[in-house]
C-alpha cells in the first residue's frame, strides 16, 4: 500500500459561478455579462444562470460529495453575491445566510471547508467604472471584500485562498482573447499581474490583523511546469523565460514575497513593467501564504522563437517562446492537454526545494472528457476508467514527491460534481458526479466510488 500522510485531504474544488447559477444575485460577474453579451461564443449557448444548480441543492450535493469519501472541498464565496453595495461593501444578509448554510452543511458532514476569494468573478460594474484588475481602486475594493468574508465565516473556515489562477485573468483578459473582456495589451496585462500580487498580500495583511485562531490563508496557482524542447542553449534560454513569466510570476512574491529580478529587467527593457511603490513592495514582502495550492493539469513545453523576440508589433510575453508539441506525447484528445503526470513529481520537488518547503496541496487536477453518456453502462453509471487511470498516475507520482520529503498535505480533484466551465459550458466533463443539466439528477460516477475506496484507505494499491 502507497499510504499518504495523516489526515490528508482528499477532495475536490469548485467555485460559486460555476456551480450556484445565477439565483438572487444582485450584481452581473464578467462572465454572466459576457453572457448576456455574446450567449453564442458559449458552448450550446449555455451560460452560468443555472449552472450545477448549488444554490438549491447544495445540502444534497454535499451530502454526495461526502458518501463518495470527501473530507475537504473547496469553493468560492462570489463577490457579486455577497456584497450590495460595491463602493462600502454592504452585506447581501440572504447571500450571508446561503453561504453560512453551506459552511454548517460541510461541517455536519465532517468536512473540511476551504474558501477561495477570487475565481475569475470580479463584478462587472467594477470593470466598466474602473477597469477591473488594471486599477489600484479594485484592489481596495477587493480587500474590503474579503474583509467581510473574514468577519462573517471566519470563525468556521479555517483555511481561505485569495485567488484561484491569477495567471488566467491575466492571459485571457489581456493577452489571448479567452475571457471577457477580450482585449490585446501586454501593458495592461503586466499591470494586472502585479494588481493581483498585490491585491492577494493587501488580503493576507488584513486577514492577519484580525488574528483568527488556527486560521490560515494561500493562494491557489495554475503551474505549468517549462520543458525544453532540447539541449540547445536557444530552447533553454526560451524555457528559463517561459518559466519566469508562467510561474514564477505568481509564485515568488506569494512565497518569498518578491518579484523574479530577472523577469523585472526583462519587463523594464521592453517598457512594460508594472506601475508600483515602494511601500507595495512592501506589503508583499511581508505577507507571504502560509500554504500553497497547485492546479495542475498539463506540461509547458517550449522552444526558441521562430521570429526574433525584437520583431516589431503588440508585446506579448511569448514573443520570447514558441509552443512545442512533443512527438509521440499523450493527449487528452478532447480537450487538447498533454497527459504527463510525471510533471506533478517535478512540480513537488521544486517547491520543496526552492520554495521553503511551504506546506501545499493539490488543489485541482483532472480531465475533461465530453460525451460521456457513451460509458454509460445498463444500470446509467459512466464507467470512467480513464478518469481512474488519469488520477492513479498523479497520484503514484504525487506519492513519491511526498516519499522525497516534499510537504503535501492533500489532493483535490478538479470537480466533485459536472459544473459549467466558461466558454466551453458543459462540453468537457470533469466531474466525480455527473449532472444531468437537463434535470439537474447527479450520479456517481465509477470513479468515485473509486475514489472513495482511495480515501477510506489513504493510498493506493501497491
Known amino acids: ?272 513593467l508594472w506601475e508600483g511603490s515602494a511601500e507595495e513592495k512592501e506589503v508583499i514582502k511581508n505577507n507571504t501564504v502560509d500554504f500553497l495550492g497547485v492546479n495542475f493539469y498539463h506540461p509547458n513545453r517550449v522552444k526558441a522563437p521562430d521570429l526574433a523576440p525584437n520583431s516589431v508589433g503588440e508585446w506579448l510575453p511569448n514573443r520570447y517562446y514558441d509552443a512545442y508539441d512533443m512527438p509521440g506525447r499523450r493527449v487528452n484528445l478532447d480537450r487538447g492537454w498533454e497527459i504527463y503526470p510525471k510533471a506533478l513529481y517535478d512540480i513537488a520537488i521544486n517547491i520543496k526545494e526552492n520554495y521553503k518547503n511551504i506546506p501545499w496541496y493539490v488543489s485541482e487536477n483532472g480531465m475533461g472528457v465530453s460525451n460521456e453518456d457513451r460509458f454509460k453502462n445498463s444500470e446509467g453509471i459512466i464507467e470512467d476508467e480513464y478518469r481512474i487511470a488519469f488520477v492513479t498516475e498523479h497520484l503514484e507520482w504525487l506519492y513519491q514527491g511526498i516519499e522525497e520529503g516534499s510537504n503535501c498535505f492533500g489532493y483535490h480533484m478538479w470537480t466533485p460534481i459536472d459544473c459549467w466551465s466558461w466558454l466551453n459550458a458543459y462540453k468537457n466533463r470533469y466531474g466525480f458526479i455527473s449532472n444531468n443539466i437537463h434535470t439537474q439528477i447527479k450520479t456517481v460516477k465509477q470513479s468515485g466510488y473509486w475514489f472513495k475506496e482511495v480515501a477510506k484507505r489513504n493510498g493506493l494499491k501497491e
Open 1 to 272: 500500500m502507497k499510504k499518504f500522510p495523516e489526515n490528508f485531504w482528499w477532495g475536490a474544488a469548485t467555485s460559486g459561478p460555476q456551480s450556484e447559477g445565477r439565483f438572487n444575485k444582485k450584481h452581473a460577474n464578467v462572465f454572466d455579462y459576457h453572457f448576456e453579451i455574446e450567449p453564442e461564443k458559449f458552448y450550446q449557448h449555455i451560460g452560468p444562470d443555472v449552472a450545477s444548480n448549488f444554490y438549491n441543492s447544495y445540502q444534497e450535493d454535499i451530502q454526495l460529495m461526502k458518501s463518495i469519501g470527501m473530507n475537504s472541498v473547496r469553493t468560492s464565496i462570489q463577490w457579486s453575491r455577497l456584497i450590495d453595495d460595491l463602493e462600502t461593501n454592504t452585506v447581501n444578509q440572504e447571500a450571508v445566510d446561503f453561504y453560512n448554510a453551506v459552511i454548517a452543511t460541510m461541517i455536519s458532514e465532517k468536512m473540511t471547508p476551504v474558501m477561495n476569494l477570487h475565481h475569475f468573478d470580479l463584478p462587472v460594474e467594477l470593470y466598466a467604472k474602473y477597469g477591473g484588475w488594471e486599477s489600484k481602486k479594485i484592489v481596495e475594493l477587493y480587500v474590503g471584500f474579503a474583509e467581510q468574508c473574514f468577519k462573517l465565516f471566519g470563525d468556521r473556515v479555517k483555511y481561505w485562498t485569495t485567488h484561484n489562477e491569477p495567471m488566467v485573468v491575466v492571459e485571457g483578459e489581456y493577452l489571448f482573447q479567452f475571457h471577457y473582456p477580450n482585449i490585446v495589451d501586454g501593458k495592461k496585462a503586466v499591470q494586472v499581474a502585479y494588481n493581483l500580487n498585490l491585491a492577494s498580500a493587501k488580503a493576507i495583511q488584513a486577514f492577519r490583523r484580525l488574528n483568527i485562531p488556527e486560521a490560515k490563508i494561500g493562494t491557489i496557482l495554475n503551474l505549468t511546469p517549462t520543458y525544453a524542447a532540447s539541449d540547445s542553449k536557444e530552447d533553454q534560454e526560451a524555457a528559463r523565460i517561459a518559466e519566469l513569466w508562467n510561474n514564477n510570476l505568481f509564485l515568488e512574491p506569494a512565497v518569498h514575497g518578491t518579484f523574479p529580478s530577472e523577469l523585472e529587467e526583462l519587463l523594464t527593457q521592453d517598457k512594460v
